[in-house]
């Protein structure tokens, strides 16, 4: 068997950044490439605030879709050996572009949701926020107001939470290992925070079985699936 490439207990602060391939291998689809949600659906139609405003019982039903899709998921080995790594090294937080909250099943306690999450709901008139893991979600309403709660996604279009966004950001500055694990590195800023880490003296790691606009700035690149990958660099699921 090979030897790991590096122990994450040489480190101190670890950072996963995570896209939608780390969730592949759990059956939960991507957004590009073949079979992607993007391929099948129109965001501007789904994933919009002038779409939920023209029409948000539609983008509801897109988003109950996906709510019993992902409920039906369970974490894979990759998101396990993330969660694993919080015994090993002192900081460890996940950054992640994600809304499926596969992470968090898997055990890992610092996760920063650049992109909101499927689970979480809010009312944009009466200020109004919930966390359900209904799957579908069947009241849409709010509950205190007559508005449309709408789900709690930072859609095309929307900025990110500034306060998300300035924590993410914390840990970027801080860490002393980055490792990217399957985004296409395509939207933006998400696509460019690991840049914040290189320039901060990280020693950055990629695992995408395909390469991405940003691979040329990462000091190691594997091209492989996000639970092989993990494998390769820190050692059979084991990473002390
Ligand atoms: P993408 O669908 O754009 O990219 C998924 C990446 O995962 C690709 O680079 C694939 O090569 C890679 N990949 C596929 N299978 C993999 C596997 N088994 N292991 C590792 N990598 C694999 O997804 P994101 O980059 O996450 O935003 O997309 C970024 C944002 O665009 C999403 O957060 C979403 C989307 O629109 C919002 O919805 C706001």
Known sequence: MESPLLRVADYQHV??????GVSAESGVPTYRGRGGIWKHYDYERYASQ?????NPEEVWRFHNVRRERVAKCLPNAAHRCIAACEAHAEHVSVITQNIDGLHQRAGSNVVHELHGSLWRSRCDDCGYTAT????????????????YKRPDIVWFG?????????IATQALIRCDLLVSIGTSALVY???????????????????????????????????????????RLLGAFDPS
């Open 189 to 231: 800023p998400a696509a460019e925070l690991p840049m914040l880490a290189r320039r901060h003296g990280a020693r950055l790691v990629e695992i995408n079985p395909e390469p991405t606009p940003m691979s040329p700035q990462f000091d190691t690149c594997l091209r492989t699936t996000a639970s092989a990958g993990l494998d």
């Open 158 to 166: 929307d900025a990110l939470d500034p306060a998300v966004f300035e």
């Open 15 to 20: 950072v996963f950044f995570t896209g939608a």
């Open 132 to 147: 359900e893991f209904d799957a579908p979600l069947r009241d849409v309403r709010c509950p205190h107001c007559p508005a």
């Open 50 to 54: 002038p779409a939920f405003e023209r």
